[in-house]
């Protein structure tokens, strides 16, 4: 069962920056916050993930609050293909190894 | 290079039969994931092998079994297909790491149909 919180869509305009919100209040100490995306069609993409840290890689930025109570991701220039459905998703592979998928963010970047 | 590859791409068959879908991945990593993706898009563990040996078996019937000759393949076998074995199905390969952090690397899918 998936233990985030995030909206079911948001738009986005080419050019500008992604920002989006996951909800995952009753996240454990050993839990890592992993985002993934899935492109029509493909195999879910791994993008980014972090402990407690904000996180940041190629792909896009990761914000923790300090809390851990929730979390954003950030892509910093949208592009057309980055139009997917986000997932984030808090796993600790010391309890199992599993990534358990919720319904995710629909995003949709429009020239 | 691939990194996860999946045969084949798409597999259309009558209901009853038995099938296979193979999985490799060339990264090295000690763990490998079987997923499936329903009609309604949702993406749940199937099974999970780390170093050839059974970790995560979830509630899935028994007519799938999953065999993993090494580390780089795990395959997956489904006797006696049903009509609601149609589904996307992924695999996933990961190198767990003492810290915790599991990254997990997809392949393309196997899109499954049964008639």
Redesign the interface.
Known sequence: DAKTTQPTSMDCAEGRAANLPCNHSTISGNEYVYWYRQIHSQGPQYIIHGLKNNETNEMASLIITEDRKSSTLILPHATLRDTAVYYCIVSASSNDYKLSFGAGTTVTVRA | DTA?SQTPKYLVTQMGNDKSIKCEQNLGHD?M?WYKQDSK?????MF?Y?NKEL??N?TVPNRFSPKSPDKAHLNLHINSLELGDSAVY?C?S?Q?FSS??????????TRLTVL
């Open positions: 996860v763990t994931y898009k949702f993406l749940k563990i999970s780390n970790i995560i979830e992924f996933a990961s767990v915790g952090s599991n990254e997990q690397f997809f392949g393309p899918g």
